[in-house]
């Protein structure tokens, strides 16, 4: 069974503080890795999809990696508007639709 | 519209309650979704519908869940008999194609159901 699994399940940083949430993940023939934010009382906003292992993709102070095992979501120089929810997930082998969710991180940023 | 519309946003119902839960999808989107997403929990597949077939039903958590797609747009998830594990927040979601997601869905606001 395909599981996703998100570390820290919280985290805490001041502006300006840059770090990395991280997203293990097993799956049989991985058909997409995908990061979504989350709001509270909102449904989750796209951010990325990673395809294979050294792929990379970028979007303001974010940038999300992939390897074979993980992938990392990478915040540079945060911002307290980057306070949310961060969801990983990944579209299991067998479906070319179905999304299993990790947990998510919620990040806080403070001023 | 611009987004995809859920409603109502939030619901209480009583144990044994029958409720519907409505989904406007973006115009013109052939896949929609249902997810239940769980307090502290990430979102779990329910169904997935393209256009009017509903091709996978396999998360839907007991026979007192049923969703439907008559025409191809609006969507409405009905749970019977409402029982407190019921309780969660449930998201919809569209894409414009079929599979290949390659931009990710498009989801809801959601509605939170309470089952007291």
């Known amino acids: 069974e395909d599981q996703v699994t998100q570390s820290p399940e919280a985290l805490r940083l001041q502006e300006g503080e840059s770090s990395s949430l991280n997203c293990s993940y097993t799956v049989s023939g991985l058909r997409g890795l995908f990061w979504y934010r989350q709001d509270p009382g909102k449904g989750p906003e796209f951010l990325f999809t990673?395809?294979?292992a050294g792929e990379e993709k970028e979007k303001e102070r974010l940038k999300a990696t992939l390897t074979k095992k993980e992938s990392f979501l990478h915040i540079t120089a945060p911002k307290p508007e980057d306070s949310a929810t961060y969801l990983c997930?990944?579209?299991?082998?067998?479906?070319?639709?179905?999304?299993?969710f990790g947990k998510g991180t919620l990040l806080t940023v403070n001023p | 519209g611009a987004g995809v519309s859920q409603s109502p946003r939030y619901k209480v119902a009583k144990r044994g309650q029958d409720v519907a839960l409505r989904c406007d999808p973006i115009?013109?989107?052939?896949?929609l979704f249902w997810y239940q997403q769980a307090l502290g929990q990430g979102p779990e597949f329910l169904t997935y519908f393209q256009n009017e077939a509903q091709l996978d039903k396999s998360g839907l958590p007991s026979d007192r869940f049923f969703a439907e797609r008559p025409e191809g747009s609006v969507s409405t998830l009905k749970i019977q008999r409402t029982q407190q594990e019921d309780s969660a927040v449930y998201l919809c979601?569209?894409?414009?194609?079929?599979?290949?997601?390659?931009?990710?869905?498009?989801f809801g606001s959601g509605t939170r159901l309470t089952v007291v």
């Open positions: 990673l395809y294979s």
């Open positions: 115009s013109g989107h052939v896949s």
């Open positions: 997930a990944v579209r299991e082998g067998g479906s070319n639709y179905k999304l299993t």
């Open positions: 979601a569209s894409s414009l194609v079929g599979p290949g997601i390659e931009y990710g869905y498009t």
